[in-house]
């Protein structure tokens, strides 16, 4: 739906406002990137051992990436995730936009998405990309993953091996839970859709902005959709939410629990990188709050201590019922009171 998001403008505009990563050589940058993809196929192994959960032999091999491929390979999932949502916005409009409005309009919000990308390109260490209309592909962001390093004074190859077993969690779970996938793009595609107001709703919701936005800058909220959202959006949201946390806290507590084995310094990089998680400074923390991160972190966080609590009272494989179907999951109510999903499912 170009006519209100210009995706092919958003990547330009995100290539030239993304920052560069650390000042390394070409010999440097060839050995980091081969190092880290030696390292995503030794994480492989463990992982499995660990979360007792294997990806199938066709599941794609995590591919290293610089931030403007990143970008690219986001703004299409972005468009493909919500092109659903801005069809039915479009059918509720009140009347066809005149075509300068429509070009205009398409650039503006182009330009907001490449910003929003190349802020959040500089961030992100790994990601698995869904893909909902193309191929998934785990992906690891070489240039953040060394300046993070250095940022945090940690021992190179134990670092990048750490964020390797995070990401190849994740690979795992999207490949060897076959619903997963589709059942996370489903949700997400129907949450966007609920949220984009018609005319008339959009008006009565911008009225709660000047109330709603203490909330969101307290980092207590979603984020700016906080803005906009009803009681019973923030249900859905809240449901979604528990799952994203569940996947966030599974991939912690598997890289963890490797880590002693295969990462020594383990310890040391987990705490210096959860002190990280909170931000640096007020414009960081500031447009953390605004797009959700500070959110986000209290996924890894509540999740963690789900997976934890739930392996503890009926171990690993106890636990990996969480993955029989959409039903098992947990919900909101679950995710923060893991007895309750345990008496749940297990009896």
């Not at 802020?119 to 893909?131: C, E, H, N, R």
């Not at 209290?298 to 963690?304: E, K, S, V």
Request: aromatic share 6%.
């Amino acid at each position: 739906m170009t006519q209100y998001v210009d995706w092919k403008f958003a990547k330009t505009a995100g290539a030239r406002l993304v920052p560069p990563g650390p000042d390394v050589s070409h010999e440097e940058a060839a050995e980091t990137v081969a190092q880290i993809r030696e390292l995503a196929a030794a994480s492989v192994a463990p992982v499995a051992a660990t979360s007792r959960m294997t990806a199938p032999g066709d599941a794609p091999a995590a591919l290293v990436v610089d931030r403007p491929t990143w970008i690219e390979v986001n703004a299409d999932s972005m468009a493909a995730l919500l092109d659903p949502a801005l069809k039915v916005m479009a059918e509720r409009r009140d009347k066809e936009p005149w075509a300068a409005a429509q070009a205009i309009g398409s650039k503006l919000t182009g330009a907001e998405a490449g910003g929003m990308l190349a802020f959040l390109s500089t961030k992100v260490l790994g990601q698995y990309d869904i893909a909902p209309d193309g191929t998934p592909a785990l992906l690891l962001v070489a240039p953040n993953i060394a300046s993070t390093e250095r940022e945090l004074s940690v021992d190179s190859r134990d670092f990048r091996f750490w964020v390797c077993l995070h990401e190849e969690t994740h690979r795992v779970q999207f490949t060897a839970v076959p619903w997963l996938r589709e059942h996370i793009i489903g949700r997400a595609r129907g949450l966007a859709t609920d949220l984009m107001p018609d005319a008339e709703s959009l008006r009565s919701r911008l009225e709660q902005v000047t109330t709603q936005l203490p909330r969101v800058l307290s980092g207590d909220g979603q984020g700016l959709a906080e803005l906009v959202i009803t009681p019973e959006q923030r249900e859905r949201m809240a449901e979604v939410t528990a799952v994203m946390s569940l996947l966030e806290g599974h991939a912690d507590v598997v890289m963890d629990d490797v880590g002693p084995e295969h990462v020594p310094s383990v310890a040391t990089i987990r705490e210096r990188f959860t002190k990280r998680r909170k931000g640096a400074g007020a414009v960081d923390r500031l447009l953390r709050r605004l797009l959700g991160l500070e959110a986000k972190m209290r996924q890894y966080r509540d999740g963690a201590v789900f997976v934890r609590a739930v392996q503890e009272r009926v171990g690993v494989d106890g636990f990996n019922a969480v993955w029989t179907s959409p039903e098992t999951l947990p919900s909101a109510l679950e995710i923060t009171q893991p007895d309750v999903w345990v008496r749940r499912v297990h009896g």
